[in-house]
């Protein structure tokens, strides 16, 4: 089927009765109708024709059917498999395209991306239509695969997108936030109306772009010991630092231990975990680490 039917309300509409498929809010099953907003995603992959893409979320086959011609190879998971028999439909001519239906939250992606090297198929970018009740999840997992993944480019809703580029000190700013610019360097593309979808949802949407460094710019000393760190002082927002840390790390560290710290690498005591900037989480990391390793203490 071309790809372009794809984008049309008239033929989604026809698919879907056809095959008596109701969109399920809670998967956010909304599917793209519109080609400026396709080629936008497309064009933000920066597609070599040797590329493997990873796909999550096949949907009606709209974004898989687009990139079909312009890659190697596309493995693409979708959760829903009563999307199986309109698929087999919608995809029929494609013979690059591999179809998963399996929860990819669920999945071993590092067992996966291993046997693919195996076999000399090397997939280093993800692309998505990432419904809002995975995408957090979903994004932080995709990040951590950093050793296997240099681009991802994902359509999330707006709220999603501003975390991703939030700066310390901003409402927005999460842990998150601080995951996405210790692994990567993310870029909003385009916003994206509404309308663009079927059925249409009732937020605005953002197409992000994450340049997934190889290795993080930034010595954090111990990355299992930074990303406890920020998890503790996101933990409760309006807490003071020196409390978060102590509250989490009490059976490893004291407070006071803690308070010398932050006093030795100049922050506040006082400051919340919110405001630190992932320059500074990582001055604390190596700190914590160092007093850590001092006293034979293992996180």
């Not at 049309?8 to 009765?17: A, G, M």
């Not at 009606?60 to 890659?71: C, W, Y």
């Not at 919340?272 to 989480?281: A, K």
């Amino acid at each position: 089927m071309n790809n372009l039917k794809l984008i049309s309300p008239k033929e989604v509409n026809r698919l879907l009765t056809k095959y008596d498929f109701k969109c399920k809010k809670r998967l956010g099953q909304n599917f793209l109708v519109d080609q400026n907003t396709l080629q936008i995603i497309i064009d933000s992959l920066k597609l070599d024709q040797e590329d493997c893409i990873l796909e999550v979320g096949t949907g009606i086959g709209t974004l898989t059917s687009a990139l079909s011609p312009r890659v190697k190879q596309i493995i693409s998971f979708e959760k829903d498999k009563k999307l199986a028999p309109l698929l087999k439909e919608s995809l029929y001519s494609l013979d690059n395209t591999e179809v998963i239906f399996e929860d990819i939250m669920n999945f071993d992606l590092v067992k996966f991306f291993e046997k693919k090297r195996k076999k000399g198929e090397k997939i280093e970018k993800i692309v998505g239509n990432l419904p809002y009740y995975i995408s957090l999840a979903l994004i932080g997992k995709i990040l951590e695969l950093n050793k296997y993944l240099k681009l991802a480019v994902f359509l999330v809703q707006k709220e999603v997108g501003e975390r991703l580029l939030a700066k310390a000190g901003s409402k927005e700013y999460s842990i998150l936030s601080v995951v996405t610019q210790y692994y990567s360097r993310a870029e909003k593309i385009h916003l994206v109306p509404p309308t663009v979808f079927y059925p249409k949802p009732k937020v605005n949407s953002m197409i992000i772009r994450l340049n997934i460094y190889t290795e993080p710019p930034i010595n954090v000393g111990d990355e299992k010991l930074f990303l406890s760190i920020v998890k503790a002082s996101f933990r409760q927002r309006r807490k003071r630092l020196i409390n978060s840390l102590s509250n989490y790390f009490y059976d490893k560290i004291n407070k006071l231990e803690i308070k010398s710290i932050l006093k030795n690498i100049n922050l506040d005591k006082n400051r919340r975990g919110e405001t630190l900037t992932l320059e500074e989480f990582a001055a604390l990391s190596i700190a914590m680490r160092e007093k850590l390793s001092s006293e034979g203490s293992n996180i």
